[in-house]
T-cell receptor, first 115, second 114 residues
Framework: GAGVSQSPRYKVAKRGQDVALRCDPI?????LFWYQQALGQGPEFLTY????????KSGLPSDRFFAERPEGSVSTLKIQRTQQEDSAVYLC?????????????FGSGTQLSVL | AQSVTQLGSHVSVSEGALVLLRCNYS??????LFWYVQYPNQGLQLLLK??????LVKGINGFEAEFKKSETSFHLTKPSAHMSDAAEYFC????????????FGTGTRLKVLA
């Protein structure tokens, strides 16, 4: 596709449910990032992939959060036993190359509401 | 560790007036700096980035930013605001030498008054 695609656009979960959020990056993009954006805040780093390798997961808030990118393209962020504090917009971004000065292309995000 | 601070969570300007959005960074090594814009229900889009080639960086839609090492600042400006500039603006920083973690500020919501 032309841009980064995220699905679903909205997700409502009951507390304790597991959820899976999908990210389709731009084809050929090596780097993929997940961010969490709480209401009125900036994006907070969660994790980073270079192709299929998860090189940094230091931002994942707990072991309930898990991300994968098994074939180096589509990525899934899974949250187990959701809690109300998990409510946020989850953003996915990709870049063509690795490096600290790359342009990130963002998806529109998945808004997760945990009731 | 690197970080950015955006002063002013909300800024209002009149149409045609100067836009100034402030960003200060903290980094122990030379940083890469970025400004992104987020329109409602859209993903963040890159406005401009500083990568040490020039201290004054020109971006899209008439925006520019100046890197000032002595002030650890990277403020975003536009000479004349347009109604379409109303959006949320995020400053971000990254450094080399390891895995690439782009750190974002808390954002500044720009309102343009007719």
């Amino acid at each position: 596709g032309a841009g980064v695609s995220q699905s679903p656009r909205y997700k409502v979960a009951k507390r304790g449910q597991d959820v899976a959020l999908r990210c389709d990056p731009i084809s050929g993009h090596v780097s993929l990032f997940w961010y969490q954006q709480a209401l009125g805040q900036g994006p907070e780093f969660l994790t980073y992939f270079q192709n299929e390798a998860q090189l940094d997961k230091s931002g994942l808030p707990s072991d309930r959060f898990f991300a994968e990118r098994p074939e180096g393209s589509v990525s899934t962020l899974k949250i187990q036993r959701t809690q109300q504090e998990d409510s946020a917009v989850y953003l996915c971004a990709s870049s063509l190359r690795t490096g600290p000065n790359e342009k990130l292309f963002f998806g529109s995000g998945t808004q997760l509401s945990v009731l | 560790a690197q970080s950015v601070t955006q002063l002013g969570s909300h800024v209002s300007v009149s149409e045609g007036a100067l836009v100034l959005l402030r960003c200060n960074y903290s980094s122990s090594v030379p940083p890469y700096l970025f400004w992104y814009v987020q329109y409602p229900n859209q993903g963040l889009q890159l406005l401009l980035k500083y990568t040490s080639a020039a201290t004054l960086v020109k971006g899209i839609n008439g925006f520019e930013a100046e890197f000032k090492k002595s002030e650890t600042s990277f403020h975003l400006t536009k000479p004349s605001a347009h109604m379409s500039d109303a959006a949320e603006y995020f400053c971000a920083v990254s450094v080399g030498g390891g895995t690439y973690k782009y750190i974002f500020g808390t954002g500044t919501r720009l309102k343009v008054l007719a």
